[in-house]
């Protein structure tokens, strides 16, 4: 397989770009010649087969494409050095973010089928910016790593880029600073790459902001997406359990809001599971029935012996509940780490780039945004 152009060391690239970011790239684009280009050219090369008119029958379908492109974001190795639990929740809360920065970097034309069926599912309003989008894509294929980079950036985002509660990384992730360390690498080597294909520091700087807004329409397109798909609960119900966020809590079959003690569990069970694990030592629980009492969301209050029991049946982990002095502890590291990173010095080619795109321009309104992308 030979590489792109884009990885030929020119004497610029030799003044930014270490062997290390040399080896980052050869990774990235493999990884991603591996996985998303090989599924495009193969499973993926029809998508989609017919044109839908149901929302939940098109995401069924792309579920495959989820998949793939969760194989290339784990194929980063320090994606793969973060804890498992982590791992899920980046994946989770980015999903859609991976899904529109990729799509068009795997149908950079977008087929009839899925303009058809984005217009029976979406409507006009949101087709057409669908449409524009790629069109704003066109302009950075021609060095496709870019993207394939910073879509590795936005899945190491301490932002939570879905319409649901919670929004702090501290609180959703185990080791947030693991993260955002692995970021900072990318962020680095986005910007060392844009330097050494950049015949001066301005230009890049400029492309850096033409990036950045295509990144801020993109993101608030996929806001308003994932909005409208999250209203549509009965249709949720009828997708893959992968494209259910969490699926189905394994003890009583609702819907799941995360991996709660080591399983996927709704808030409920979860509560449940924290309140009654810890009186095992001291309580006995017994069932007035024979012992396998059927648990769903409807009976779940019915009987706490076989509820706590399904519930250790389905992997729930008594050692993973914290007492009040390690979730207080907990409360405190969170604190620290959050100062700890208000404190860090931020290195002096992001300094420069901050400074710089604060005396620029920022447009974001949505409906001026589309010809702004386009300057020059």
């Known amino acids: 397989m030979r590489p792109p152009s884009l990885l030929r060391m020119t004497t610029n690239s030799a003044q930014w770009l270490s062997s290390t970011h040399q080896v980052l790239l050869e990774n990235i684009f493999n990884a991603y010649e591996n996985t998303c280009t090989v599924a495009r050219n193969t499973t993926l090369r029809n998508f989609p087969a017919v044109q839908h008119t149901s929302m939940h029958e098109f995401v069924n379908e792309m579920s495959s494409e989820f998949h793939v492109s969760i194989e290339y974001i784990k194929l980063v190795p320090q994606f793969n050095n973060l804890i498992l639990d982590d791992r899920i929740r980046l994946i989770r809360n980015h999903i859609g973010t991976i899904i529109h920065i990729n799509k068009p970097l795997m149908h950079p034309i977008a087929p009839i089928n899925l303009v058809v069926t984005w217009n029976n599912i979406l409507g006009f309003d949101i087709t057409k910016r669908l449409l524009a989008r790629h069109q704003i894509i066109e302009q950075y294929l021609f060095d496709s790593i870019i993207l394939k980079v910073i879509l590795i950036i936005l ?89 259910q966020n969490y699926g189905q809590c394994l003890v009583c079959d609702d819907v799941a809001i995360g991996i709660n003690f080591g399983a996927p569990t709704c808030m409920p069970c979860k509560a449940f599971f924290r309140r009654n694990a810890v009186k095992l030592a001291t309580q006995e629980f017994i069932c007035e029935g024979d012992g396998d009492c059927i648990i769903t969301d409807k009976y779940r209050r019915s009987c706490n012996c076989c509820r706590l029991a399904k519930c250790f049946r389905v992997g729930m982990k ?47 309104s949505t409906s001026t945004l589309e010809s702004k992308l386009y300057f020059t």
């Open 155 to 243: 899945v190491f985002s301490s932002s939570n880029n879905r319409n649901i509660d919670h929004t702090d990384m501290d609180l959703i992730c185990d080791d947030s600073l693991s993260i955002l360390a692995a970021q900072n690498i990318y962020v680095e080597l986005l910007w060392k790459y844009l330097l050494s294909r950049s015949s001066n520091e301005r230009n890049a700087v400029k492309f850096f902001h033409k990036l950045m807004m295509y990144i801020l329409f993109a993101q608030n397109l996929h806001l308003e997406i994932d909005d409208y798909v999250d209203s549509l609960r009965h249709k949720i119900e009828q997708m893959n359990p992968m494209m």
């Open 318 to 364: 008594k050692s993973s509940i914290l007492s009040d002095e390690k979730r207080e502890a907990r409360k405190a590291l969170v604190a620290i780490n959050r100062l700890k990173r208000s404190r860090m010095p931020k290195p002096e080619w992001l300094i420069w780039v901050y400074e710089y795109s604060f005396r620029m321009e920022l447009v974001f």
